[in-house]
């Protein structure tokens, strides 16, 4: 399979235009048609406020949105443009998490940013990665609130655990994968049997990747002492990587929440662009 179809989420934050450079690069390098996806929210008022206070907030707060959008799309139309892309844009109204699933279900891949608490973000924003993970059944590219990404999907580090949402990671990502200079297969504190790895960690899903044709070196290691979200980007800094792949949420949302987990980690202390499967 090939990306045909990138979305993007494009707001009025100081990190969008880092995530729209990825997903500009990402498009140019397979090819794809890019989509820029608008999210303007609803105004929600208290019960208190009169009927002709609420049409003038209404009125200066759509105004106010008309012109982040505006602003918006022509960043996103140049970008395109300088890179020769077809390209799309939309602006909708409603509730950012249903909105941005229902069109992340139509697109090969979808790019967000992290979370950033300085950045004014509203609540959705803040689970809008969360949330396209587990509901849009698309591949998600979360791009790190700061920082500028020269390359994406170079040097690959792919987390390999043997679990389904591993597996899922490995053929969402694989246009990627084959693309990559190289793609560096880590397993962490590897379990043996049917059930796990079998007896040499790493070893057949590097084969797998191999016939696809993929340059890939497998690794496994033993880390007792250290968690595998913190494993996993110390190792990320360690190759150079500028992509890490990994399924999402191997144990449920709720557990994550509760007691920690990889997925949680990468997502508060990211260092590089990860593209997430669930």
Known sequence: MAFKDILVHIDEGGSCPSRLAVAVSMAK??????VGLHVRHDLQLPGAITADIGGQLAQVYSQHLAGGERSARLAFEKAAADAGLSCEWRDVS????????????????????????????????????????????????????????????????????????????????????VKAKRVNVLAINPKDGTAGHGDLPGADIGLHLARHGANAVCQSITADDIDVGNMLLSRAA????????????????????LLGGATRHILAHMTLPVLLSH
């Open 29 to 34: 390098s397979h090819g794809a048609h890019l």
């Open 238 to 257: 360690d190759e150079n990587a500028d992509l890490l792949v990994m399924g999402a949420y191997g144990h449920s949302r709720l557990t994550e929440v």
């Open 94 to 177: 409603g509730d950012l998490l249903k909105v941005a699933a229902m069109h992340a279900r139509y697109a090969d891949l979808v790019v967000v940013g992290q979370t950033d608490g300085d950045d004014g973000t509203v609540a959705s924003e803040r689970r809008l990665a969360d949330h396209l993970v587990l509901a849009a059944g698309t591949p998600v590219l979360v791009v790190p609130s700061r920082g500028r990404f020269a390359t994406v999907g170079e040097r690959v580090l792919l987390a390999w655990n043997a679990g389904r949402e591993a597996r899922r990671s490995v053929s969402d990502a694989l246009p990627i994968l």
